[in-house]
């Protein structure tokens, strides 16, 4: 039967792959639900502040690959503690790999910030790494 080699891990089968990715997802799906409630309260969150539909839809669709790019290609799980590398470069190096879309790298800069920001204000998780030392 043949191996499967995946990065740098080789498995006996396909089925063993499989199930390996099963795990990875099951394992991730605490921090993946409590990311997209998060993304949906920020949305809402713009709602409120009265932005217009297309500033928001844009925010929306960052946020979406945001998602993605942390829950699948990261190891990260919890916003308090992402380094700000992984949030501006590395997220943006993501991005213009795997997404077939235009990197606006101002647009994408602009929904992170504005998402720490609100889990700093609203949701009382301060990534000290994203945002800084916090002002006294």
Same mark, same amino acid.
């Given at each position: 039967?043949?191996? #499967?080699?995946?990065?740098? #891990?080789?498995?006996? !089968?396909?089925?063993? *792959?499989?199930?390996?990715?099963?795990?990875?997802e099951e394992?991730?799906?605490?921090?993946?639900?409590?990311?997209?409630?998060?993304?949906?309260?920020?949305?809402t !969150?713009l $709602? $409120?502040?009265?932005? !217009?539909?297309r500033?928001?839809?844009?925010?929306?669709?960052?946020?979406?690959m945001?998602?993605?790019?942390?829950?699948?290609?990261?190891?990260a799980?919890?916003?308090?503690?992402?380094?700000?590398?992984? #949030?501006?470069?590395?997220?943006?190096?993501? *991005?213009?790999?795997?997404?077939l879309?235009?990197?606006?790298?101002?647009?994408?800069?602009s929904?992170?910030?504005?998402?720490?920001?609100?889990?700093?204000?609203?949701?009382?998780?301060?990534?000290?790494?994203?945002?800084?030392?916090?002002?006294?």
């Amino acid at each position: 039967m043949p191996k #499967v080699i995946a990065g740098d #891990v080789e498995f006996e !089968s396909v089925d063993e *792959y499989i199930a390996a990715l099963k795990d990875w997802e099951e394992h991730r799906a605490p921090f993946k639900t409590q990311a997209e409630v998060l993304a949906a309260e920020f949305i809402t !969150s713009l $709602r $409120r502040q009265g932005l !217009s539909k297309r500033t928001i839809n844009k925010h929306q669709m960052n946020m979406e690959m945001f998602i993605v790019y942390l829950t699948q290609y990261t190891d990260a799980d919890d916003f308090a503690t992402i380094r700000k590398g992984m #949030v501006n470069t590395e997220f943006f190096q993501w *991005y213009r790999r795997k997404v077939l879309n235009r990197c606006d790298p101002a647009s994408l800069k602009s929904t992170t910030k504005k998402f720490f920001k609100f889990l700093a204000e609203e949701k009382g998780i301060y990534n000290e790494h994203v945002l800084g030392k916090p002002r006294r």
